[in-house]
């Protein structure tokens, strides 16, 4: 069987700043793996390369067995089995709530007005703001348009999903929602990368916990492994920060 | 004077109680009414209103402008800054997808174009236009007097026209694309799905406010040494004025500009309302 993701030596600067140097790292199909890491460290970077948002300097991003840094291949094809969730949502403001996630499907996949209405209403339904369909953006709670961007982008099905840092631009107490949705994709077996400074979630939810420092995965294992006991000095320093933000 | 509430700041004993900020606020109000209600009363008193009316307002002569001021002065001021708009408006958006190039020479000539013609005064524009024909024996501005006007608004117009659309493409952030692109949009989907309706919402206040701009510096007709059927508001104005020795007319003239202007002003200020309201 070939995995959802597979991350073969990736290498990304920027000018001078080499943000990412040699990440190797794979997701099996139906796995949650969370990235977790200081800022700076090159989660973001490391997502955005799955998805060519980035284009890698170096190495190879291969996404159900096909390589999408092949200069022949076609981007906006692959782009459209992966789904993105964007910490700040970027959902489009001129739109309702429905037409944000009606416009791809439209566009994109050519899906009729009625079907994509109808895949659009459950989506919607299915992160539960079925409610809110006829609202624009600006009238919404960034919870829920966090979770309107989470149905715009499955609606289009993908084989898996990014987010990145999806809760962090969030009032603490509309985190819930958003992570409450997330954590039922996973229960339905949906592939996930995830960057979260949410522990509680990458304990309970991940399959695996990836910790990444200076462009490097520095720790990759179970959450009970990285999390719990991690075997890195760099590790144990952040996750004191990051547990214990007084101390 | 006694103050009834303790004063904000704990004052020495002893020290005589300040006036309350909001007795000061009071005060500075009433100075500013009186001093009002003096130059008003001074004017009314002073200014000689037979000769102003006389001058200014004089209903026979108001009476001569007419049906021309209509028919000719602003059908022509219309037609002028209509064209100058549609041509500064398209000018200003090559210019400012030039400025967004990423073709270095583009960016220079566009960078270039938009500096001198903001920098330089709009009449110096036109009286070089005048010369256009001594510059390049044989050359016509094509659409003659019309076609003169057209291109001075226009190529003055355009420089301030690229700076709005570069600055409304510029607004839509970034993120904007990223998300259309990571939904498998095509880099000219996404533009024109996602980034030119947001542009252009951004733009239209701006755009209307050029319009405006633009139709008061129709004025500068004028010195193309126009004549005839082709006088615009400013110059019907003007050389009534001079027939009658009496400035009604101009007068005349500027309340039809505003005719035009006050409208358009009131409608820049509701789109902007509605751009920044919650749809
Ligand atoms: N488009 C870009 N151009 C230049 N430098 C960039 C760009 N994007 C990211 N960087 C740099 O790459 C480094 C890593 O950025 P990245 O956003 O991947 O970090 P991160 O781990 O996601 O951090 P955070 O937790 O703050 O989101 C930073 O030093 C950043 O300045
Ligand atoms: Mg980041």
Not at chain 1, 96 to 118: D, F, P, S
Request: with cysteine.
């Amino acid at each position: 069987m070939t995995n959802a993701i597979e991350i073969r030596d990736l290498h990304k600067h920027f000018g001078k700043n080499e943000v990412l140097r040699g990440i190797d790292c794979t997701v099996e199909t139906g796995q949650v793996v969370c990235v977790i890491g200081p800022s700076g460290s090159g989660k973001s970077t490391l997502l955005r390369c799955v998805n060519l948002l980035e284009e890698p300097t170096r190495g190879k991003v291969l996404v159900e067995g096909v390589e999408v840094t092949d200069p022949d291949v076609d981007i906006d094809a692959v782009r459209r089995r992966i789904g993105m969730v964007f910490q700040q949502f970027n959902l489009f403001p001129h739109m309702t709530a429905l037409q944000n996630v009606m416009i791809a499907q439209q566009r994109v996949l050519k899906r009729g007005k009625k079907e994509a209405e109808q895949i659009a209403r459950t989506n919607l339904e299915r992160v539960g703001i079925g409610d809110k369909a006829g609202s624009y953006p600006a009238q919404l709670s960034g919870g829920q348009q966090q979770r309107v961007a989470i149905a715009r982008a499955l609606a289009m099905g993908p084989d898996l999903m990014l987010f990145d840092e999806p809760t962090s631009a969030l009032d603490p107490e509309l985190v819930g929602d958003v992570l409450a949705v997330m954590r039922k994709l996973a229960e339905e077996g949906m592939t996930m990368l995830v960057v979260t400074h949410e522990m509680g979630f990458a304990r309970e939810v991940a399959d695996r916990v990836v910790f990444m420092d200076g462009g490097v995965i520095v720790e990759d294992g179970s959450p009970d492994q990285v999390i719990g006991d991690p075997q890195q000095e760099r590790t144990r320093t952040f996750l004191k920060r990051v547990l214990h933000p007084e101390g | 004077m006694t103050d009834r509430l303790p004063p904000p700041v704990a004052a020495e004993p002893g020290a005589k109680a300040r006036l309350s900020p909001r007795k000061k606020q009071r005060i500075s109000r009433a100075i500013q009414y009186a001093v009002l209600v003096a130059i008003v009363v001074g004017v009314i008193l002073y200014a000689d209103w037979g000769s102003l009316a006389e001058n200014f307002a004089k209903p026979d002569v108001a009476d001569k402008a007419l049906p021309e001021l209509f028919t000719v002065a602003l059908r022509n001021t219309i037609i002028y800054t209509v064209g100058g708009f549609v041509f500064s408006f398209v000018l200003g958006l090559v210019l400012a997808l030039m400025k967004l190039s990423t073709v270095r020479p583009y960016r220079w000539i566009s960078t270039l174009y938009i500096e001198i013609f903001r920098g330089l005064p709009a009449l110096l524009i036109f009286l070089l236009i005048t010369f256009l024909p001594l510059a390049l024996p044989g050359f016509e501005v094509p659409g003659g007097t019309y076609g003169q006007g057209i291109l001075g608004l226009g190529l003055v117009g355009a420089a301030y026209q690229a700076e709005v659309f570069r600055a409304g493409l510029q607004a839509v952030p970034k993120g904007q694309v990223e998300a259309a692109r990571s939904l498998g949009m095509s880099a000219a989907r996404a533009q024109v799905t996602v980034i030119i309706p947001q542009a252009i919402r951004i733009v239209i206040p701006p755009t209307t406010n050029q319009f405006v701009a633009l139709l008061k510096d129709s004025s500068l007709v004028l010195f193309l040494g126009v004549s005839g059927e082709y006088v615009e508001l400013a110059k019907f104005g003007n050389d009534l004025a001079s027939q009658y020795a009496n400035a009604t007319p101009i007068m005349v003239s500027g309340l039809t500009y505003l005719l035009v202007t006050i409208p358009l002003g009131h409608l820049t200020t509701r789109l902007e309302k509605r751009k920044t309201g919650v749809r």
